[in-house]
């Protein structure tokens, strides 16, 4: 590691698990002071202790201004201001449709993923103008930029990526940067919540879950907490420090476009409907 974040002090919310997670550990290995927030007091604490005073921890519901404004104030308080904050806690949302959608679950979806990261800016900025400027990274998706993962989510994650853009704009004068990272599939407990499996449960489905990641993109991998880490890290740092208001996708190419374009084997019904007219026997096997 090559201390890319001496001396900075960052607020990462969703920090005890999963991306979150990845995110603390590299930003610690390079230099970095970090308040975590979180709702997972025992595996948080654990961090503290795991890093020493490199970590503080505060319990921080991000739905909840009061909890956000005292989690801000306390990256102030035990490390003396605040330089990055990282947009990051989160949870898959309701598997409900157009035609089926609950107003109160669409609400809690928009509450954690969108209204949060506005409150969380909002709060921080000025510690970070104190400072001379800052980062705000906002962990979107790429469910922000195409259709198939969810209605509430997906419109939460497009409204960050434009959150990120308005806010960038409006803090350029303060020299806050603001961006967005869209990861493709990265394998967390996400998954497992989303199937209706408890924390415990969902933690213990990684493995299984990455031998279906490795399939999913032209980069035939499971993503991991750590790319999206590095990510994270660069929008981060100085090395970004003419790059606001822009969207950083990390998918392995997941969105480069139809899987036929990197599977040769995914036929296309327009494909299918060609070999059961010139070879019905292959077509039909
Ligand atoms: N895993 C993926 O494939 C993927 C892809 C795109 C985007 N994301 C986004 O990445 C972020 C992290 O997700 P993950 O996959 O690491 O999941 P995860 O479940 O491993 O981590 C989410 C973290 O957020 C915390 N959290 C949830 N609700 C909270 C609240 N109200 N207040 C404070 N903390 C809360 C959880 O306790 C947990 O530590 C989310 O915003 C998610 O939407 C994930």
Known sequence: MSNRLHEKIALVTGGASGIGLGIVERFVAEGARVLVADVQDDKATALEERFGDRIAYRHCDVTVEAEIASAVAAAAEVFGGLDVLVNNAGASGPPMTALDMDGDAWDRTQALLLRAPMLATKHAAPLMAARGGGAVVNMASIAGLEAGWGLAYGVAKAGLIHLSKLSAAELAGLQIRVNAICPGVVVTPIFGMAAGLDRAAAESTTDALSSGAEQMQPLRRAGVPADIAGAALYLASDDASFVTGTHLVVDGGLTV?????????????????????????????
Do not use: D, F, M, V
């Open 257 to 285: 476009g139809q899987r036929i374009s990197w599977n040769p084997e995914a036929l296309l019904p327009i494909h299918l409907a060609l070999l059961s007219e010139l070879a019905p026997e292959e077509a039909s096997a």
